[in-house]
């Protein structure tokens, strides 16, 4: 596996199997991160290029301040959050003006389409979790994945989205009680 | 043992296996409600971890730009030119204070030398130590996990 410097200088020097291993390296990360931003499928593919474009292009200015795939997550998770500005898609989360379970409007799910009272396949369980997830705001479901899916540390979500220490694992408390909740509402006892 | 329930924080905890106190555990172990609560967490953080991962809807060589870039004589020169510009500023302000050295004496006499020298080494304190922290981020970030 090539260092965060090789692969830099490789593709600095023009080698296009090095810019397609970075590319590899990272589609997940970036693919979490797009997926869990952006609900619109078409704005997903210009995106995802939107970044691996910019990658490319600042790739001369990355310092090593982090990890490699932690800077394209960041680039990911910049442009995905100025897409969703632009689109006024956006649900500000300041401090003290945060949302809370109740303040935000989630989607009610057709209960005819989620049999509950059965025990459930692996696949039903996530696509309940999938629609559940859907209802947390874009920034709650992002955190909640890089850090339950992605196994991100704090240190390294804090990197990617810029945002302070506190407001990470504020926002992160918060997606999971909802999502707890959420859950404890669909189910019953025995399925947990 | 306790008789009040987890709080969401401390339930949330447990169920990523953060050590509990030993109140805590006995708690949990006689409680069916705190049972369930935890038991909802754990299903929770287990069906994130096994959910799918979302697969991009193009080809990795489609990603990859024509052109990739080239850190070469374009970069290179723009730091030349601040290095140059850096320098260019720096002589004006050396002929600055030899002909005004006169004028400038008593910076470096009496209680001032010493304030100033103490100024000084300060200064460069703290540059060590942020040139010092940030080499120490960089190689913990290069570390591999």
Redesign the interface.
């Known amino acids: 596996m090539l260092s965060d410097q090789d692969m830099i200088r490789m593709i600095m020097e023009g080698d296009r199997h090095a810019a397609i291993l970075l590319i590899q390296s990272t589609e997940k990360l970036v693919a979490h991160i797009v997926f869990k931003l952006i609900t619109e499928p078409s704005a997903r593919k210009d995106l995802t290029q939107d970044i691996y474009l910019k990658t490319f292009r600042y790739l001369p200015k990355f310092r090593f301040q982090c990890k490699l795939s932690t800077w394209v997550g960041q680039i990911s998770y910049t442009t995905c959050i100025d897409h969703l500005r632009r689109r006024k898609e956006l649900v500000t989360l300041a401090p003290g003006n945060e949302a809370t379970d109740e303040d935000i409007p989630w989607q009610e799910i057709n209960p005819e389409t989620l049999d509950v009272s059965q025990r459930l396949s692996r696949k039903e369980r996530a696509e309940i979790l999938e629609k559940l997830t859907l209802t947390l705001p874009p920034v709650y479901r992002t955190l909640i994945t890089l850090f339950h899916k992605e196994e991100l540390s704090i240190d390294e979500i804090m990197d990617i989205t810029g945002l302070p220490v506190g407001t990470v694992k504020s926002y992160l408390f918060r997606a999971r009680k909802m999502l707890k909740e959420r859950l404890l509402n669909y189910y019953s006892k025995e399925d947990l | 043992m306790s008789n009040t329930h987890l709080t969401?924080?401390e339930l949330?905890s447990y169920a990523l296996n953060i050590p509990a106190d030993i109140e805590a555990v006995l708690h949990v172990n006689t409680c069916n409600h705190c049972q369930?609560?935890v038991?909802?967490?754990q299903?929770?953080?287990s069906?994130?971890?096994?959910?799918?991962?979302?697969?991009?809807?193009?080809a990795?060589?489609?990603?990859?730009?024509a052109y990739?870039?080239?850190?070469g004589t374009s970069?290179i020169m723009e730091y030349r030119y601040l290095y140059c510009l850096l320098f260019i500023a720096a002589l004006p302000l050396a002929a600055l204070i030899i002909v005004c050295w006169n004028m400038l004496s008593w910076l470096f006499s009496g209680i001032f030398t010493s304030a100033l020298l103490l100024l000084l080494c300060s200064l460069l304190a703290m540059g060590i130590w942020e040139l010092f922290r940030?080499h120490d981020?960089?190689i913990n970030?290069?570390k591999p996990h």
Do not use: C, F, G, H
């Not at chain 2, 069906?47 to 193009?58: F, V």
């Not at chain 2, 990795?60 to 730009?65: A, D, G, N, W």
């Not at chain 2, 990739?68 to 850190?71: D, E, R, T």
């Open positions: 969401e924080e949330q369930l609560q038991r909802a967490y299903m929770l953080y069906q994130i971890r096994e959910s799918d991962t979302p697969a991009l809807d193009l990795v060589e489609e990603l990859v730009p990739l870039p080239n850190m970069e940030n981020k960089k970030t290069l």
